[in-house]
């Protein structure tokens, strides 16, 4: 059964980077019948789409995030991570991680609350 | 860049029909996934590609799409049906740029 657990520290302060390893089991991120994105949630509030990640290294970007945001994967350790710079308390979310097929998102990490302050 | 809009809220009588809708200029021409979210839960997929069900997600979940509108069905609603609804697409016109509906609280009544 595939798995997706999301780690990184909970709390960052304004103006630094947030980052977020996904760490992917019962299956490999290698594999080309699949890609890997990141989405986050708002406390009281909707889903947005941050990007996605192909096994081969190819990216995209949400184009109101892109400059602040890089997404790689490390498939020696079946892992791919966030890197979101410069943040504000507006990027206060629940981060969660997920493999898609076809476009649509069928396994889903449980998330993980980023609440950014000082 | 590519809108989806939702209602905010619908609500339904259990054993009843609810139809959830997703509006977005020319729809029909995408591929709609639909997504369940319970309290404090990550989401779940009901629906992929307008109107194909994942494993194990009961026949009660049904999905249609044509012209601006795609439309999320669950007949026979239950209790546990009560949650948050999103629909999402990939932005064809665009290089790879994904997109959410605002999503839809379903009450049952």
């Known amino acids: 059964q595939l798995q997706l657990q999301e780690s990184g520290p909970g709390l960052v302060k304004p103006s630094e980077t947030l980052s977020l390893t996904c760490t992917v089991s019962?299956?490999?991120?290698?594999?080309?019948?699949?890609?890997w994105g990141w989405i986050r949630q708002p406390p009281g509030k909707g889903l947005e789409w941050i990007g996605s990640?192909?096994?081969?290294?190819?990216?995209y970007y949400n184009p109101s995030l892109k400059s602040r945001v890089t997404i790689s994967v490390d498939t020696s350790k079946n892992q791919f991570s966030l890197k979101l710079s410069s943040v504000t308390a507006a990027d206060t979310a629940v981060y969660y991680c997920?493999?898609?097929?076809?476009?649509?998102?069928?396994?889903w990490g449980q998330g993980t609350l980023v609440t950014v302050s000082s | 860049s590519y809108v989806l809009t939702q209602p905010p809220s619908v609500s339904v009588a259990p054993g009843q029909t609810a139809r959830i809708t997703c509006g977005g200029n020319?729809?029909?021409?995408?591929?709609v996934h639909w997504y369940q979210q319970k309290p404090g839960q990550a989401p779940v997929l009901v629906v992929y590609?307008?109107?194909d069900r994942p494993s194990g997600i009961p026949e009660r979940f049904s999905g249609s799409n044509s012209g601006n509108t795609a439309t999320l069905t669950i007949s026979r609603v239950e209790a546990g049906d009560e949650a948050d609804y999103y629909c999402?697409?990939?932005?064809?016109?665009?290089?790879?740029?994904?997109?959410f509906g605002g999503g839809t609280k379903l009450t049952v009544l």
């Open positions: 997920a493999r898609a097929h076809g476009y649509s998102y069928g396994y």
């Open positions: 019962g299956g490999s991120i290698s594999s080309s019948s699949y890609y």
């Open positions: 990640i192909y096994y081969s290294g190819s990216t």
């Open positions: 020319n729809i029909g021409s995408k591929s």
């Open positions: 590609d307008d109107s």
């Open positions: 999402q697409v990939w932005d064809s016109s665009s290089d790879h740029v994904e997109v």
